[in-house]
T-cell receptor
Framework: AQTVTQSQPEMSVQEAETVTLSCTYDTSESDYYLFWYKQPPSRQMILVIRQEAYKQQNATENRFSVNFQKAAKSFSLKISDSQLGDAAMYFCASLRNTPLVFGKGTRLSVIA | NAGVMQNPRHLVRRRGQEARLRCSPM?????VYWYRQLPEEGLKFMVY????????ESGMPKERFSAEFPKEGPSILRIQQVVRGDSAAYFC??????????????FGNGTRLTVT
């Protein structure tokens, strides 16, 4: 069974600064997918970024990038030039031919 | 192209009543997933359906909960004889194919169920 652990219940960042959210996972599979989802107060689940485990290159989407360490089973999210609109819950998730498995989330606050 | 539509957005039920949550997947999507989110928790998988078939219900409680995805119409998550512990946000997601990296999940905005 897959498990996903987010060890930071809450994080805060100054506007325009950079923040890194941590995620570790456990799977016995060699091929799988990893995701970060953002959930603002509206409750909508928004896909931020995804990574295929067979790809060594870290995924990047504008100000969002990941640090994927396959051997360490680590998948952290870096948010650069943080904006007030980035304030939300962030969920890490993993997938391997089974339903998406989520971590418990990290609440990110952005300080103006 | 409308996204995943869930209704109602909010639902209040008294203990013992039935709750029916509806989900219309994105156009062209035939795979539907239901997740439950308790306060301050991540989403927990409940059931995966493809048109008229339940593919995986390993996350669904054995009692009182059922789900369907008929040939015509939305997917329905039904909770009979609700209890306070059923209070949560219920999310529906859909995908074009069995979800994977090339067929990501698209989520609805959820239904918040409150049991009084």
């Amino acid at each position: 069974a897959q498990t996903v652990t987010q060890s930071q219940p809450e994080m805060s960042v100054q506007e325009a600064e950079t923040v890194t959210l941590s995620c570790t996972y456990d799977t016995s599979e060699s091929d799988y997918y990893l995701f970060w989802y953002k959930q603002p107060p509206s409750r909508q689940m928004i896909l931020v970024i995804r990574q295929e485990a067979y790809k060594q290159q870290n995924a990047t989407e504008n100000r969002f990038s990941v640090n994927f360490q396959k051997a360490a089973k680590s998948f952290s999210l870096k948010i650069s030039d943080s904006q007030l609109g980035d304030a939300a819950m962030y969920f890490c998730a993993s997938l391997r031919n089974t339903p998406l498995v989520f971590g418990k989330g990290t609440r990110l606050s952005v300080i103006a | 192209n409308a996204g995943v539509m869930q209704n109602p957005r909010h639902l209040v039920r008294r203990r013992g009543q039935e709750a029916r949550l509806r989900c219309s997947p994105m156009k062209g999507h035939s795979h539907v997933y239901w997740y439950r989110q308790l306060p301050e928790e991540g989403l927990k998988f409940m059931v995966y359906l493809q048109k008229e078939n339940i593919i995986d219900e390993s996350g669904m409680p054995k009692e009182r909960f059922s789900a369907e995805f008929p040939k015509e119409g939305p997917s329905i998550l039904r909770i009979q004889q609700v209890v306070r512990g059923d209070s949560a946000a219920y999310f529906c997601a859909s995908s074009q194919d069995r979800t994977g990296g090339n067929s990501p999940l698209h989520f609805g905005n959820g239904t918040r169920l409150t049991v009084t």
